[in-house]
């Protein structure tokens, strides 16, 4: 699938000229001639880069960037004719990824656009709102987790615990990386706070916690979770 350009600038000739270069380099671009339509845009489209021009009409550059926040997630290049350091730190410091001054060869930006995409790492998968194993159901989007369709009255590292082994079935889990993952802090050999919480945890979800099949002891080493073959 091609990565989608927005090219944001108010001179008609220049989102023309870059237009016909990205495309040749096997880019889709979009075009917005102020911050604003530019702003608009971005309700309806998803892109990979933005080529933003600073000194515009209605919503210059900066403001735009400025508008569109922590909800921005794809890589910006700053155009400008404004050759100042200040400019260009004020600009870096908004989250630009590169800068460069006009005029400009348009072959270097096409050039600078790949290697800003290069270094932005993939998005990860979408993970799955439900994960099921046996008679446990974690639903991620609400924090919480369901026995036989009955939500469980849990606490909030009792929670962590049984997402932690509901998410990796069958992986045997050391005392020592439970412990740094859900406390937060360096394990104490002698420390048997994860032995009270895995007991507490059993006494809710095992039918004879004295005898568990779902979460078992793996002795000298730590925990894991039975993974269960069908879960239809």
């Not at 962590?160 to 992986?171: H, I, Q, R």
């Amino acid at each position: 699938m091609k990565k989608k350009i927005l090219l944001v600038d108010d001179d008609q000739d220049i989102r023309d000229i870059l237009r016909l270069y990205l495309e040749n380099a096997g880019f889709e671009v979009l075009e917005a001639e102020n911050g604003q339509e530019a702003y608009d845009l971005l309700g309806k489209e998803n892109i990979d880069l933005m080529v933003l021009d600073i000194m515009m009409p209605v919503l210059d550059g900066f403001q735009l960037i400025r508008k569109l926040g922590r909800t921005r997630n794809f890589p910006i290049i700053f155009l400008s004719a404004r050759t100042k350091v200040e400019d260009k730190i004020l600009g870096l410091n908004l989250g630009a990824d590169d800068y460069m001054d006009k005029p400009f060869d348009p072959s270097e930006l096409v050039a600078r656009v790949m290697a800003v995409l290069r270094r932005r790492p993939e998005p990860k998968k979408e993970e799955k709102t439900q994960v099921k194993n046996g008679s446990l159901v974690l639903d991620r989007e609400n924090r919480q987790i369901y026995q036989n369709g009955q939500r469980l009255d849990l606490t909030a590292k009792e929670y962590l615990l049984l997402k932690k082994f509901l998410e990796k079935p069958g992986k045997v889990f050391t005392k020592e990386e439970i412990y740094e993952d859900i406390w937060e802090e360096a394990y104490v050999y002698a420390d048997n706070t994860i032995m009270v919480h895995i007991s507490k945890l059993r006494e809710k979800i095992e039918r004879d916690p004295r005898n568990p099949q779902i979460i078992k002891t793996i002795r000298g080493i730590g925990y894991t979770m039975v993974k269960e073959e069908k879960n239809e």
